[in-house]
Antibody, heavy 118, light 107 residues
Framework: QVQLVQSGAEVKKPGSSVKVSCKAS????????INWVRQAPGQGLEWMGG????????NYAQKFQGRVTITANESTSTAYMELSSLRSEDTAGYFC???????????WGQGTMVIVSS | DIQMTQSPSSLSASVGDRVTITCRAS??????LNWYQQKPGKAPKLLIY???SLQSGVPSRFSGSGSETDFTLTISSLQPEDFASYYC?????????FGQGTKLEIK
């Protein structure tokens, strides 16, 4: 059974960067499609981008283009999401999720809370 | 990007009620429509994929229908554990987008 385990909560200053990790187990990591979804407090789900570790190329939502970088390390079965130039509006829960054969996000990480505050 | 519009944004209902949530896409997405349930403080959970296929382990009171641009999620008889938020998502485009969500509350 595939599992995704994310890194712990972060508190960051405005203007800094944050890097959240998502470690996979129980499957063939290189063939996954790992996506990142964020959720501001009390708000809905927002897709940020995704990566196929086998190919190493990521695609991003237009809103985050230029500010988010998604990478993957096949040797450690870990995907990363780095968000730069943080502002208070980036305070949110960040989830990784795997796209299954069903073309749906069938496996989710537990979420990582990122708080941006001076 | 494909826009997904859900309605209603909130809904009050009682245990045993039948409820329907709708989702409209800004262009045809054929059947690439998924539904998720989310409870406070938890990750979303996949309920329905490909518009009408029930994810393994999900109770049969949940069902989905629709194609092209108009879709529905129906819960045939609400149970106490169903009070949560629900989101649709299109996977026709790899720039995946979600609806704004429907919060289902106890009446």
């Amino acid at each position: 059974q595939v599992q995704l385990v994310q890194s712990g909560a972060e508190v960051k200053k405005p203007g800094s960067s944050v890097k959240v990790s998502c470690k996979a187990s129980g499957g063939t990591f290189s063939s996954y499609v790992i996506n990142w979804v964020r959720q501001a407090p009390g708000q809905g789900l927002e897709w940020m981008g995704g990566i196929i570790p086998m190919f190493g190329t990521a695609n991003y939502a237009q809103k985050f283009q230029g500010r988010v970088t998604i990478t993957a390390n096949e040797s450690t079965s870990t995907a990363y999401m780095e968000l730069s130039s943080l502002r208070s509006e980036d305070t949110a829960g960040y989830f990784c999720a795997s796209l299954g054969d069903s073309y749906a996000f069938d496996i989710w990480g537990q979420g990582t809370m990122v708080i941006v505050s001076s | 990007d494909i826009q997904m519009t859900q309605s209603p944004s909130s809904l009050s209902a009682s245990v045993g009620d039948r409820v329907t949530i709708t989702c409209r896409a800004s262009q045809s997405i054929t059947s690439y429509l998924n539904w998720y349930q989310q409870k406070p403080g938890k990750a979303p959970k996949l309920l329905i994929y490909a518009a009408s296929s029930l994810q393994s382990g999900v109770p049969s009171r949940f069902s989905g229908s629709g194609s092209e641009t108009d879709f529905t999620l129906t819960i045939s008889s609400l149970q106490p554990e169903d009070f949560a938020s629900y989101y649709c998502q299109q996977s026709y485009s790899t720039r995946y987008t979600f609806g704004q969500g429907t919060k289902l509350e106890i009446k």
